[in-house]
């Protein structure tokens, strides 16, 4: 037996092909980048179509952040396929009534789209750049440019109604590529922890949930190391953003959860035994307690007491940081959980992830590292800084 997707020891009655999990950690790593990218152009967004001026400092780096996640999303799939040579076998010749195949082309036209935007958005940078630079760098801009460096007015006004159509096809877009990841899980009605109608939402609300708290901390960070001020009316509209959306998030996985637990009917008794049990630290305690309820806590006391100043940097910032790693811990206990109740609902199993290995978790962490490692380098080359901060 391959060790690598070994999930041993095991309770109960389970049948002999469970005794492998055959989903692993980079299959929880994988919602929990679209998520991000879906996440971060909603914020971008919310500025570039609903003209939310607020948001003018974090716009341009949303943007940035939701590409650099998207082109890193195939990774951990790739990882995961035995044969990764065969992943566009799918897309030449796709199986209609296959929910993976047309997400291939859900998630391509997506990509197209938001490296369109991006060019428009950072088209005048290009330009300025293509006739500055000389040398390989300059070419590199000479080359992204298309040979157009028309930036009057008139071409302006016809970039930025490109941006907004674009933005606006990207809204649908964004959430439909992660509401499908939730309905890929929904529909698998083999697995009771899966199958749930309220599935695709809760992916969704916990997208933008975590998008909103991936571009905080982004923000905040950003601004201490370019030692410029945190721009406080942004950092609050991110702030009440977040804040309002884990309110549907939490009642949203909550309604689901209590569903779940009154489907505890005969067959699956197993259920409240693994809620009881296995289920305790990961979801009650570290989604639920600390990386759900504690930053939503302490966000309505901000806002209650209307916090300002580097208080509210701060106390934003870790319940940004907070968010993250519940929205990580959702995804774990959603993929790993829904197979480690077995099958025949009277069994469970113990996941047990190595550390080393094509599936391991060096290869997770080096996967959900690499978008942020190409964001460093993105805004080097494609400044996303609209202005410089100034303090409320």
């Known amino acids: 037996m391959n060790t ?15 005794t492998v999990l055959a989903w692993t ?9 679209t998520g991000l990218v879906a996440g971060a ?6 500025y570039q179509v609903f003209g939310m001026q607020r948001f003018k400092p ?12 998207m082109l890193v999303v195939p990774t951990p799939l790739l990882l995961h396929l035995g044969h990764p040579e065969r992943a566009l076998n799918a897309v030449i010749t796709p199986h209609t009534t296959s929910a993976f195949a047309i997400f291939g082309y859900a998630a391509g036209f997506y990509a197209i789209l938001l490296i369109l935007e991006n060019w428009f958005v950072f088209r005048p940078h290009i330009v300025q750049q293509a006739q500055r630079k000389k040398g390989p760098l300059g070419w590199f801009y000479r080359v992204l440019s298309l040979g157009s460096y028309d930036l009057s007015e008139k071409a302006m006004r016809y970039d930025r109604k490109w941006i907004f159509a674009l ?3 990207g809204i649908p877009a964004a959430h439909g590529l992660h509401g499908y990841v939730g309905f890929v899980f929904g529909s698998l009605k083999s697995r009771e922890w899966w199958s749930s109608d309220l599935m695709p939402a809760v992916f ?12 905080i901390v982004l923000y905040v960070v950003s601004c201490r190391l370019r030692k410029v001020p945190v721009d406080l009316p942004c950092l609050k509209g991110m702030a009440y953003t977040l804040w309002g959306f884990m309110m549907f998030t939490l009642l949203l996985e909550g309604v689901e959860f209590a569903s779940l637990v009154y489907r505890g009917r005969e067959g699956i008794e197993m259920i409240m035994e693994y809620v009881k049990g296995p289920l305790i630290v990961p979801f009650a305690v570290l989604q639920f307690g600390v990386g759900s309820l504690l930053p939503l806590l302490v ?7 209307g916090i300002t100043g580097k ?20 995804r774990w206990n959603v993929v790993i959980g829904g197979q480690e109740i077995a099958k025949t609902g009277k069994g469970l199993l113990e996941y047990h992830p190595l550390v080393f290995g094509r599936e391991g978790i060096l290869a997770a962490v080096a996967v959900v590292t690499a978008p942020f490692v190409l964001l460093s380098l993105m805004v080097r080359l494609f400044p996303p800084w609209a202005h410089d901060a100034k303090t409320a």
């Not at 980079?26 to 929990?32: C, F, M």
């Not at 208080?311 to 959702?330: C, I, P």
């Open 4 to 18: 690598l997707f070994e999930a041993m020891p095991f309770t109960g009655y389970v049948y002999p092909n469970e």
């Open 25 to 33: 950690v980079l299959i929880v790593v994988y919602p929990y980048l």
């Open 41 to 46: 152009f909603t914020v971008s967004s919310l």
């Open 58 to 69: 974090v716009a341009h780096l949303a943007l940035l952040t939701s590409l650099c996640c």
């Open 167 to 169: 933005a606006v096809i």
């Open 204 to 215: 969704l609300f916990s997208a933008i949930i975590s998008g909103t708290a991936l571009l």
């Open 299 to 305: 966000l309505s006391f901000m806002i209650w007491r």
């Open 311 to 330: 208080v509210l940097v701060a106390g934003v910032a870790a319940s940004a940081f907070l968010v993250l790693f519940a929205v990580l811990m959702m």
